[in-house]
């Protein structure tokens, strides 16, 4: 999702060989990306990647790619208009034209039409679901797995999934396929890390027992946990410099607290702290592949790395330890 602000065409390109060359085959994006969204650059992630599969055909099909439709609220997206069959069937053909390919593989929703209990919404009280007009959200997923048929049906995408869901979603959504004989969603996508673990048991209980794929996304928490914004530091290119929407209400003195404990930690063990938080996702019991993220290629060498590391148990003891003194920091 850097690709495109952040990330040149050719820098893409090289990231991409590496981590194919290090045995990565699943490549997340979305619509809306690169972050922070404008209109100006709306896409444009995906066309560095349809850029590159134009000039490397022969590894599409060793590719898992996986995009996804905004949600309502940008205007200058379909008119800002809420997810719905019909605006599925433009999303989906208007990706596949900047991917520059015939297929997507996992076709997720960015995130639920009602209010949802991310980006800082998870807090008491913050929403208020007593509010919402149950009837009328179920219809509206109907309405949403029927445009997800079609493109399937149609071969225009493999499977689909979701992202930024609760338990709730879920499990609705594996109702109505099953009512609806709809394919179930293979994945989902939610915010978890070190500083951000609220679906831990709750959701990633029902990604188990339902088979169904959970795929961490910011296990780094927007980079915090790499230790570079310490002490207010704002390392020149970082996210945290630029004008976006997701980043910044992570940084409080409970966050910092944490992460300086963290970071001593992986000190201790002989790791950089971003590979310590990496692997500590990686080694969470229902966690299946983690969405990993970096503008430069020692930190994508870095990062990757992480995941040939598996934790002694005596620096998870004392991680455990961190994590019940610091349990919701953001």
Known sequence: ???GIQNTQAEADSQLAYSLDAGVNFIDTAEMYPIPPTQATHGKTEQHIGHWLSRNKQKREDLIIATKIVGAGFSYVRDGSPIASSS???????????????????????????????????????LKPSTTDVA?????????LSGIKKAIDSGKIRHWALSDDTPWGILTYLRLCAEM???????IQNEFSLLHAKDWPYLIESCVFENIA????SPLASGMLSGKYANGARPKGSRWTMLQRNGLFRDNLQSQGATKAYCDIAIKYNITPSQMALAWVDQIDGVTSTIIGATTMPQLRE???????????ECLKETALVFKQFPAPF
């Open 303 to 313: 990062n990757l790395a992480a995941f040939e590391i598996t934790l002694p148990e």
């Open 136 to 144: 009328e959200e179920i219809e509206g997923m109907r309405d949403i």
């Open 1 to 3: 999702m850097t690709w």
């Open 88 to 126: 599925i069937a433009i999303a989906i053909d208007d990706s596949l034209a900047r991917l520059q390919s015939d297929y997507i593989d996992v076709y997720q929703l960015h995130w639920p039409n009602r209010s949802h209990p991310h980006f800082a919404n998870h807090w008491p009280n913050k």
């Open 181 to 187: 004989n709809i394919p179930k969603p293979v994945s």
């Open 214 to 217: 959970y795929l961490p996304w």
